[in-house]
């Protein structure tokens, strides 16, 4: 399963726009690109997946470029609630175990 | 339903118990998973279910851990004599085939 790489670490204000950036240089074919987010003493929440190109939902918006081997979650206008743990994964199409990282800790201040 | 549940939220215990964990799926998902997760770091993957049949486990699994999911509906993990490296948050989550896993709660599991 490929691995991924994203910051440790982020600082950001409230009602800006947060990009975080992952990288996978050695996805495959078949596999798409995870986000969730983790609140402490809580179970990882879904945020958006997509295999290219732009996925945008109620929450995020995923931008993927077209050699696929990174990846930007975009928070917009984050508030004190998104301050979270956030982890990219690299999915197999066939959905078995999740592979995950150290996640980005987003610390958003007022 | 309201999504993937887990139960108990915490449980603390003395080194050398037994502790078995409980997680009720989302209902139509016929895949789940057990995660293992502790402070700092991102959760690790234990072991997972296709309906009744455990098809993966992982070498974090030893000999004193066991999952079942008999009826492919609820899971249970259960730790015999546990010590203080099992504490950990324990994290079920379910999913159809090919897609997103969802998450419960947790299990936090404290060893003393």
């Known amino acids: 399963l490929a691995k991924t790489t994203q910051p440790i670490s982020m600082d950001s204000y409230e009602g800006q726009e947060v990009n975080i950036t992952c990288s996978h240089n050695n996805i495959a074919t078949n596999d798409y690109i995870t986000w969730y987010q983790q609140f402490p003493s809580q179970g990882p929440r879904f945020i958006i997946q997509?295999?290219?190109?732009?996925v945008t939902n109620e929450v995020a918006s995923l931008f993927i470029p077209a050699d696929r081997k990174s990846s930007t979650l975009s928070l917009p206008r984050v508030s004190l609630s998104d301050t979270a743990v956030y982890y990219c994964l690299v999915q197999a199409g066939n959905n078995r175990k999740l592979i995950w990282g150290l996640g980005t800790s987003l610390a958003v201040n007022p | 339903d309201t999504g993937v549940s887990q139960d108990p939220r915490h449980k603390i215990t003395k080194r050398g118990q037994n502790v078995t964990f409980r997680c009720d799926p989302i209902s139509e998902h016929n895949r789940l998973y057990w995660y293992r997760q502790t402070l700092g770091q991102g959760p690790e993957f234990l072991t997972y279910?296709?309906?009744?049949?455990?098809?993966?486990k992982s070498r974090l699994l030893s000999d004193r851990f066991s999952a079942e999911r008999p009826k492919g509906s609820f899971s249970t993990l259960e730790i015999q004599r546990t010590e203080q490296g099992d504490s950990a948050m324990y994290l079920c989550?379910?999913?159809?085939?090919?897609?997103?896993?969802?998450f419960g709660p947790g299990t936090r599991l404290l060893v003393l």
């Open positions: 279910f296709q309906n009744e049949a455990q098809l993966e």
């Open positions: 997509g295999y290219k190109t732009k």
């Open positions: 989550a379910s999913s159809s085939p090919g897609e997103t896993q969802y």
